[in-house]
C-alpha cells in the first residue's frame, strides 16, 4: 500500500494515485498541474520524508453553506451571517 501525506493550504491531506483532494482554493486555471509538497511517503511500511507530488486542478467552487447564529438571552441581541468557503477540487495524478 504506497501513500502519501501531502500539504496545501495550510493543511494536511493523506493522498494516493487517483485521490480528489478538496484543498483551500488555489489561484490556478482549471486543467491546470499543481504541485504539492510531500511530509511523508509510506510504501509497504518503508516511510520517507520530502519530494513533491502532481495533482491536476478539476474544479473550483463553494462549499456548503453555514449558518452562524450569535444570540443573548435577554439583550435583544441577534446576529445571523451564513459563510461557503471557496475549495479547489485536486486529483492526484503523482507521488
Known sequence: ??????KTGGKQYRAEVGTVIYAEKL???????????V??????S?????GKAKAKVIE?????????F????KKNY?????????FTKLEVISI
Open 46 to 50: 518503508v516511510t520517507k520524508t520530502g
Open 39 to 44: 511530509i511523508m511517503s509510506v510504501d509497504n
Open 78 to 86: 441577534r446576529r445571523r451571517m451564513g459563510h461557503r468557503q471557496p
Open 1 to 6: 500500500m504506497k501513500y502519501s501525506i501531502v
Open 27 to 37: 489561484e490556478v486555471e482549471v486543467g491546470a498541474i499543481v504541485e504539492l509538497e
Open 60 to 68: 473550483h467552487g463553494k462549499g456548503e453553506k453555514l449558518d452562524i
Open 70 to 73: 450569535k444570540y443573548k438571552a
